[in-house]
Nanobody
């Protein structure tokens, strides 16, 4: 299993970015893709995901500014972020979340709890300047 994030960079406040998560080897019958971020000095937090039925979920902290989409043919999941703020500065990760033991929507929003079931990419840095 491999997940590779891209699309991060330096952007001015108010701008937008589209992050990509290219996957390989993921069994989508058992895993759903989620987006997380980790700001300097803070814990990793979930911000959006698809569940096993393809329903989208968004954390309240960013709801209205983010959109998760997928290109099934490319096995790639995207996260569009609009109206970026300096506090959005973080490393953004995508993860393949195991769906069969715990509800994905409860795991991909807010604080992340590691049960050792998931796969992670290495992240892409987003820096928002004021």
């Amino acid at each position: 299993v491999q997940l590779v994030e891209s699309g991060g960079g330096l952007v001015q406040a108010g701008g937008s970015l589209r992050l990509s998560c290219a996957t390989s080897g993921v069994n989508f019958d058992s895993y759903a893709i989620g987006w997380f971020r980790q700001a300097p000095g803070k814990e990793r937090e979930g911000i959006s995901c698809f569940d096993e039925d393809g329903q989208e979920y968004y954390d309240d902290s960013m709801k209205g500014r983010i959109t998760i989409t997928s290109d099934n043919a490319k096995k790639t999941v995207y996260l569009q972020i609009a109206k970026l703020k300096p506090e959005d500065t973080a490393v953004y990760y995508c993860a393949a979340l195991y769906v069969w033991l715990r509800p994905v929507n409860g795991r991909c929003l807010g604080t992340y709890y590691d049960y050792g079931e998931d796969y992670w990419g290495k992240g892409t840095l987003v820096t928002v300047s004021s």
